[in-house]
């Protein structure tokens, strides 16, 4: 039986996405799970699997083409099941024309005149060389139409000839020759300047950046979050001294590739404090507040042109050293713009870390539709008091200390819940052999 794959939603907000390249051409086999397309989504180059297996009959959608949600885009059938009509020529777009025009009819049928201008204006940003189109990866197509630069003009160094994200971004456009002056052009010198006063030039002109789908997206959710979120904001400062002590145990045993960070042991601590408190894994809608029964933790990981959130999923279930390798790839992934749709969605509370950035302190900005986002700094040393203890009095000691706060949707939360939940992390960061066992 003939399957549809349809474009699939890849976040809430999420209306379109641009078809950046068939991963499995027609006529080739295709198993359940394997990456079938890569969409370009306003957040990032999303690897879509498939969510069937057979042969990849027709792909009812081109690359480059820019389609709606919920669009039929390829027609996957069994082995030699033969194929009678489309969906797109179900709906009448077929009319006895020839199969050969069938993918055009669906193109265009799935294409508003919005999407058809960003297509020629794609177009325009990847030239066509005399041989052929130009070979590219889809970060450096991606990457060329921010900058401007005609990839035509780019000697690629990857496989083929093919022009990779290196090659973009060491690309030095030739510099034209000055242009020679008219022999009737008079010598003019210029005014000398007063001692003491600098010559006066002209304004040099400031260089304008287009903004990156991220970036956009980007700008929209945060006005969105900022205008429509009523944020308050609670900062505590935490102990970590068992911590890091810990951390540097652990790590001594393991390879590599698996040592924990200290966001993971913040990512561990704040699953486990959300269970006791599930009005801060929620999400406002309208006139009520919808608690999540899945504790998913989104991790803010700096990419380039903006900000992605990996997920880390059920990590109140998950083990430090589970949570440390899931993380890990999937920051990796995101670094390389080519994550899966469940790496960067369905996230129900944030963590935001600049504490590698030597950040004391910051807050930040809620994550929509999520109720509360902690924003993390850096471990540091400092002068702490010791309280008096018996007879001892009490001393200046040196301690280690990290400072977190907490934005809170004020709909969801009051400022006494919040406290409570940062009273209760500090139970799971400053005792974190209980994260262990």
């Not at 304008?208 to 609670?234: D, G």
């Not at 040196?398 to 209760?424: C, N, P, W, Y």
């Amino acid at each position: 039986m003939a399957e549809t794959v349809i474009m699939p939603k890849l976040g809430f907000d999420m209306a379109e996405g641009t078809l950046v390249r068939w991963v499995i051409g027609e006529g080739q086999p295709v198993a359940k799970g394997a990456v079938l397309a890569e969409i370009e989504t306003d957040k990032a180059t999303v690897e879509v699997e498939s969510n069937f297996a057979g042969i990849v009959a027709k792909h009812l959608v081109a690359e480059k083409d820019v389609v709606p949600v919920n669009t039929p885009i390829a027609i996957i059938t069994q082995p030699g099941e033969a194929l009678v009509k489309t969906p797109l020529e179900d709906a009448g777009g077929g009319g006895g024309k020839p199969e050969a025009s069938h993918k055009e009819q669906g193109s265009r049928a799935v294409q508003t005149e919005a999407a058809q201008k960003q297509e020629i204006s794609s177009q325009a940003a990847a030239p066509v060389k005399a041989g052929g189109p130009v070979k590219a990866s889809p970060i450096a197509r991606r990457l060329a139409s921010e900058k401007g630069i005609d990839l035509s003009a780019i000697n690629g160094s990857g496989p083929g000839g093919r022009v990779v994200r290196r090659d973009v971004e060491s690309y030095q456009p030739p510099q034209a020759a000055p242009a020679a002056a008219p022999a009737s052009t008079l010598a003019v010198t210029p005014p000398r300047a007063e001692p003491g006063l600098a010559p006066a030039t002209a304004a040099q002109p400031g260089v304008e950046r287009p903004l990156s789908k991220l970036r956009n997206a980007i700008a929209r959710r945060m006005v969105e979050a900022k205008q429509q979120t009523p944020h308050f904001y609670i900062t505590r400062d935490y102990d970590m001294a068992a911590l890091m002590a810990l951390r540097k145990q652990l790590n001594g045993l393991l390879p590599e590739n698996e040592k924990i960070s200290v966001n993971d042991f913040i990512v561990k601590a704040v699953a486990m404090t959300l269970k006791q408190f599930p009005n801060l894994n929620a999400s406002f809608a309208g006139s009520q507040i919808l608690q999540h029964a899945h504790i998913n933790i989104g991790v803010a990981v700096a990419v380039e042109n903006g900000l992605l959130t990996v997920v880390c999923r059920d990590a109140d279930q998950q083990g430090l050293r589970q949570i440390a390798v899931e993380v890990k790839n999937m920051a990796g992934k995101a670094r390389e713009g080519k994550v899966r749709p469940e790496d960067i969605e369905g996230s129900t509370f944030s963590i935001s870390n600049l504490g590698m950035y030597e950040v004391e302190q910051f807050a930040a900005i809620i994550n929509p539709p999520e109720a509360a986002i902690l924003a993390v700094g850096a471990v540091q040393e400092v002068p702490v008091v010791r309280k008096a203890s018996g007879e001892s009095p009490a001393q200046l000691v040196i301690g280690t200390r990290m400072k977190a706060t907490i934005s809170v949707d004020h709909r969801v939360s009051d400022g006494a819940e919040a406290a409570q939940f940062l009273q209760a992390l500090a139970g799971w960061l400053e005792n974190p052999l209980k994260l262990v066992l």
